[in-house]
């Protein structure tokens, strides 16, 4: 079955870290660029970050640059975003989806900032 | 950054009547490549979004044909023919033509009068 299937959400303090993996499978993970988008409860779609197939081309959200780093392991079919300095706007829930133009779409995992 | 905005944000429609919605963007969505990047996407209550239609019109797969897209330029609509129960929920466009960042609308809330 073709998925993605997102983990790593939870409860995070204001200024800590947490790590949302996305396992892609049923597809060939290696020749899709991802990208990461997020909802706060309640609200529209926001796109976060985008990865090439290669890793070669990376982009984010002003909003999170210089605190998110996303990442591919395409031996794992596996994507990453690394949440640092977390602030209380981060809340939401993380989508993983492939391609620029959003083929296919996680789940979700639901981030939580708060003390 | 590129301004996405729907009309109506709210939309009551009776079941196996039409509904249209609208997207317009704050600068034409003519990439130059040719291509215009202006997808759909539906996110039924507790789901998660799903892609209906790509580049302006092409439907994706599994996507019933009473849904439809058409527009050019800067104004763009989703149409459904006849409207069933399983459409309910939110519809957004995103422009993925100038970016980063790719764009979304404010999305509309299909519901069923």
């Known amino acids: 079955e073709v998925q993605l299937v997102e983990s790593g959400g939870g409860l995070g303090q204001p200024g800590g870290s947490l790590r949302l993996s996305c396992a892609a499978s049923g597809f060939t993970f290696s020749s899709y660029s991802m990208k990461w988008v997020r909802q706060a409860p309640g609200k529209g779609l926001e796109w976060v970050s985008y990865?090439?197939?290669?890793?070669?081309?990376?982009y984010y959200v002003d909003s999170v640059k210089g605190r998110f780093t996303i990442s591919r392991d395409n031996a794992k079919n596996s994507l990453y975003l690394q949440m640092n300095s977390l602030r209380a706007e981060d809340t939401a829930v993380y989508y993983c989806?492939?391609?620029?133009?959003?083929?296919?779409w996680g789940q979700g995992t639901l981030v939580t900032v708060s003390s | 950054d590129v301004v996405m905005t729907q009309s109506p944000l709210s939309l009551p429609v009776t079941l196996g009547q039409p509904a249209s919605i609208s997207c317009r963007s704050s600068?034409?969505?003519?990439?130059?490549?040719?291509?215009?990047?202006l997808n759909w996407f539906q996110q039924r209550p507790g789901q998660s979004p799903r892609r209906l239609i790509y580049k302006v019109s092409n439907r994706d797969s599994g996507v019933p044909d009473r849904f439809s897209g058409s527009g050019s330029g800067t104004d763009f609509t989703l149409k459904i023919s006849r409207v069933e129960a399983e459409d309910v929920g939110v519809y957004y466009c995103?422009?993925?033509?100038?970016?980063?960042?790719?764009?979304f609308g404010q999305g509309t809330r299909l519901e069923i009068k």
């Open positions: 989806a492939r391609d620029r133009l959003g083929s296919l």
């Open positions: 990865i090439s197939s290669s890793s070669s081309t990376i």
């Open positions: 600068q034409s969505l003519v990439h130059s490549d040719g291509n215009t990047y």
């Open positions: 995103m422009q993925a033509t100038h970016w980063p960042p790719a764009t």
